[in-house]
């Protein structure tokens, strides 16, 4: 059980990361207006419903990249060869997703992506087992 458990959080992690750095790169490319505040809710709502469609694409690009990663290193710790530890880690990004979309101007598209890209979680478990059998 505590090796489940750590699993998931280490999978959180490596997953944050890659949504991190994914966005990171995304801000490089579509930075935010300089007199943005960090506490300006108003002020990143407008930005995030002014980004242009590859600027949203980035973030769902992210989520993709957060996926695999959580998928696969959750399923590397947790070594049973279960999908479990990936399905709850997929579960947890998923609502902080869904709690993003509706706090933040977003289309359509990107609920229908952002939603849909969380199994990709079962694609890292799969790669994670792939890498198991050799």
Request: aromatic letters at 14%.
């Amino acid at each position: 059980m505590l090796k489940q458990f750590l699993a998931v959080i280490a999978g959180i992690i490596v997953g944050s990361i890659g949504i991190w750095l994914m966005e990171r790169l995304g801000h490089s490319l579509y930075p935010f207006p300089a007199d943005l505040k960090p506490d300006d809710i108003e002020g990143f709502k407008a930005y995030v419903e002014n980004l242009p469609f590859m600027g949203k694409f980035i973030v769902i690009l992210g989520y993709a990249l957060g996926a695999l990663l959580s998928g696969f290193v959750a399923t590397k710790v947790a070594n049973n060869n279960k999908p479990v530890a990936a399905i709850v880690c997929g579960g947890i990004f998923l609502f902080f997703t869904i709690y993003n979309m509706l706090v933040l101007p977003t289309p359509v598209w990107f609920w229908v992506l952002g939603i849909v890209v969380w199994s990709l979680v079962l694609v890292g478990y799969q790669l994670a087992l792939n890498k198991n059998k050799e």
